[in-house]
């Protein structure tokens, strides 16, 4: 069974620092997407950032040069380093990934439990 396992939220004060990780689990033949999506309270969801395959990056405006969204494909992981915290970026962050389970035609969507970041003044 495939799974998203995620950590690294917490609380942090404004200008600091923290890096979430999501982890998939089981058994995967690829990734060809994986990203980090945020929700604060009364807001809609959005995509903070976002990896492919081949290594292609996208990132929200509200997060360029602070953020960072990486992977390491051994580990099927992926991670964000957050710099320069504001307390707008206090949210809910949710890993998503479109994989391939091994033995299965077709690409899913998972998302992760979701992890608390609280920027605080």
């Known amino acids: 069974q495939v799974q998203l396992v995620e950590s690294g939220g917490g609380l942090v004060q404004a200008g600091g620092s923290l890096r979430l990780s999501c982890a998939a689990s089981?058994?995967?033949?690829?990734?060809?997407?994986m990203g980090w999506y945020r929700q604060a309270p009364g807001k809609q969801r959005e995509l903070v950032a976002s990896?492919?395959?081949?290594?292609?990056?996208n990132y929200a405006d509200s997060v360029k040069g602070r953020f960072t969204i990486s992977k390491d494909n051994a580990k099927n992981t992926v991670y964000l380093q957050m710099n320069s915290l504001k307390p707008e970026d206090t949210a809910v962050y949710y890993c998503n990934a479109h994989l391939r389970p091994t033995g299965r035609v077709g690409e899913y969507a998972y998302w992760g439990q979701g992890t608390q970041v609280t920027v605080s003044l």
């Open positions: 990896i492919t395959s081949g290594g292609s990056t």
């Open positions: 089981g058994s995967i033949f690829s990734s060809n997407f």
